[in-house]
């Protein structure tokens, strides 16, 4: 199976853990700002195009670890059930050689099972957490949402695409959803990726 395009998707939860995760990663000018802290993002995920028409994602999810492939309908009309939820998708396909989308595809599917959450690296979201830092070390079996769908492109892309330079972050349990998704938006813009997919993907009324 071939891919066609692949991006980085994003969401803002209504819960206590997604407020928590956006309050402590958004840069300081927006933490009082209701406006601006409902513009970070507080999870991370992959997408991909395949040739068979289907668009999945693959996430890591603190009670399920590494899953996928799942179809964008799902994240789509879980974001659609409350106003507060949202979710942006971004294609970074014009910026990988043809050979890493697909290539990146095939990681997702060889980490199910492998890659385990590691709820201990959520500490280690706040740039501030130097001790915690220090305390946790790298954990390339165990991961985030974001660490994951970092790793994938740098592993896929043979280390020419590094999201830990891009983010400023030294390793990649330190990257968290919003500074990836930051980065993102610097190398793509977003908004009519988004639209489409939205339209593209809208889930049936009668459910997924």
Known sequence: ????????????????????????????RWRLLPSKLREVCSHAF???????GKMVYFEALIDQDWVGPRPVEKVIGWAAEKPARWVRFFDLSWGLRAGTLTKAYEFCLIQLGRWTYDKRQLRLMPRT???????????????????????IVYVASKGEVDFRRMTN???????????????????????????EILCKHKPKEDGL
């Not at 071939?2 to 958004?26: E, H, Q, V, Y």
């Not at 992959?46 to 068979?52: A, K």
């Not at 946790?136 to 790793?151: D, F, H, L, M």
């Open 169 to 195: 972050r030294k390793e990649f349990d330190w990257i968290a959803p919003w500074p990836l998704m930051a980065a993102s938006e610097r190398w793509v813009f977003a908004a009519e990726v988004t639209a």
């Open 1 to 28: 199976m071939k891919i066609k395009r692949m991006g980085f998707g994003f969401t803002r939860g209504d819960s206590r853990l997604s407020g928590l995760i956006a309050l402590l990663t958004a840069p300081w």
């Open 46 to 52: 992959v997408w991909f195009e395949r040739d068979d």
């Open 129 to 151: 957490n130097v001790l915690g830092r220090l305390l946790v070390g790298p954990t390339p079996n165990a991961v985030i949402c974001s660490e994951a769908v970092a790793r």
